[in-house]
């Protein structure tokens, strides 16, 4: 079976408040790392037609602070898909809860690697992803270079330690 990226792209917001915030009236870097993988676990699902584990984090960039009040929404597909684990991409952008006419503003990218499991929490395999736009072909060869970087992070320390 095979899919593309537009099949389980995936977008969630919500309104930054008091809670999220650190003492700076900041949201913490760990609320939007919360939002991200929630919404790369929709996508996994949505790609996977099943459950899907949270596998490693690859990279997250914060750009820019998020403040209390500003509407966040994160953007996601998959940008790689292998035997039985995907990369999902996250987007993230806020804006002022009170102006529409401001642009929203890129604060955020991540990518996180997840898993798909069966009843019983062993992996299984997913669907092959078919990229069709140029972006998605380049996001594509992107995540493999990630993939190999940390096969050959994980060889390095596992010969160290040997």
């Given at each position: 079976m095979t899919r593309t990226a537009s099949f389980s792209r995936v977008s969630l917001g919500?309104?930054?408040?008091?809670a999220e915030a650190n003492l700076l009236g900041n949201v913490h870097g760990g609320e939007i790392m919360k939002l991200a993988d929630s919404t790369a676990g929709a996508v996994a699902y949505r790609h996977s037609d099943g459950p899907a584990v949270t596998a490693a984090m690859d990279e997250m960039t914060f750009l820019e602070p998020v403040h209390v009040g500003d509407i966040?929404?994160?953007y996601a597909q998959v940008n790689w898909a292998g035997r039985s684990s995907m990369e999902i991409g996250v987007r993230v952008e806020a804006q002022p809860w009170g102006s529409a006419a401001d642009e929203p503003l890129h604060v955020a990218s991540a990518y996180f690697v997840f898993v798909a499991i069966d009843d019983t929490g062993a992996s299984r395999s997913v669907p092959t992803l078919v990229p069709e736009s140029?972006?998605?072909?380049?996001?594509?060869?992107?995540?493999?270079?990630?993939?190999?970087?940390?096969?050959a992070r994980k060889t390095e320390i596992d010969l160290g330690r040997e």
């Open positions: 919500i309104l930054a408040g008091p966040i929404k994160t140029p972006d998605e072909i380049r996001r594509h060869r992107e995540a493999e270079i990630r993939r190999a970087h940390r096969l």
